[in-house]
């Protein structure tokens, strides 16, 4: 159980144009969802807390109007890189708490990650 | 002042061995959970264990356990057995009570040897 999907799992765009990501908790349902961006051999980054059915919240230093979030309902977030640029290419990876009914619920799920390579 | 603080930036360790990795953490909240997560080369997060700071003991999950000291701030994850599926990087998190995100840190990557 728990298992939190991500699609595509790698893409490569041109500079300039939009790609979006979708987040799926496959097996349960999440209020809450993360997204965040990590480095080659870093850690991972919290870029934004994303609430389903209302805005989300963003780390300092993120862009709200380039990385859009919506969560759509309680097992679909998606984020959406806006005018991609070269420096925008990092591994995304979100990850999915479950809502608060079985002792499970304190711990956040991750899907695969999303490997994203602008030209 | 980091939160999450792992001071092993790789170990090494020989196949069927124990091994032990370190965390240290900072909070002023008195409730708080502690995770850690595995990273293999593919990318993917696998959560291994959770404790809770109210938890009376150490949380155990197969070849996992974390050695849980309150008083030193300190959640070490000890790998028993280790197998060679095991290489991989690995995370430690927090997070504290009212708080939805966790805190990482900067990760072990740990090499199991034949």
């Known amino acids: 159980g728990a298992v939190v999907s991500q699609h595509p799992s790698w893409v490569i765009c041109k500079s300039g144009t939009s790609v979006k990501i979708e987040c799926r908790s496959l097996d349960f349902q999440a209020t809450t969802m993360f997204w965040y961006r990590q480095f080659p051999k870093q850690s991972l980054m919290l870029m934004a807390t994303s609430n389903e059915g209302s805005k989300a919240t963003y780390e300092q230093g993120v862009e709200k109007d380039k990385f859009l979030i919506n969560h759509a309902s309680l097992t679909l977030s998606t984020l959406t890189v806006t005018s991609a640029h070269p420096e925008d290419s990092s591994f995304y990876i979100c990850?999915?708490?479950?809502?608060?009914?079985?002792?499970?619920?304190?711990?956040?799920?991750f899907g695969p990650g999303t490997r994203l390579l602008v030209l | 002042a980091q939160k999450i603080t792992q001071t092993q930036p790789g170990m090494f360790v020989q196949e069927k061995e124990a091994v032990t990795l370190d965390c240290t953490y900072d909070?002023?909240?008195?409730?708080?959970?502690l995770f850690w997560y595995k990273q293999p080369s593919s990318g993917e997060m696998i959560f291994l264990i959770y404790?809770?700071?109210?938890?009376?003991q150490n949380a155990t999950e197969g070849r996992y356990s974390l050695n849980f000291q309150k008083a030193r701030k300190s959640a070490n994850l000890v790998i028993s057995a280790s197998q060679l599926g095991d290489s991989a990087m690995y995370f430690c998190?927090?997070?504290?009570?009212?708080?939805?995100?966790?805190?990482f840190g900067t990760g072990t990557r740990l090499t199991v040897i034949p």
């Open positions: 998190a927090m997070r504290e009570a009212g708080a939805n995100n966790l805190f």
């Open positions: 404790q809770g700071s109210y938890d009376q």
């Open positions: 909070t002023s909240d008195p409730s708080y959970g």
């Open positions: 990850s999915a708490r479950p809502i608060r009914t079985t002792t499970k619920s304190e711990t956040q799920y």
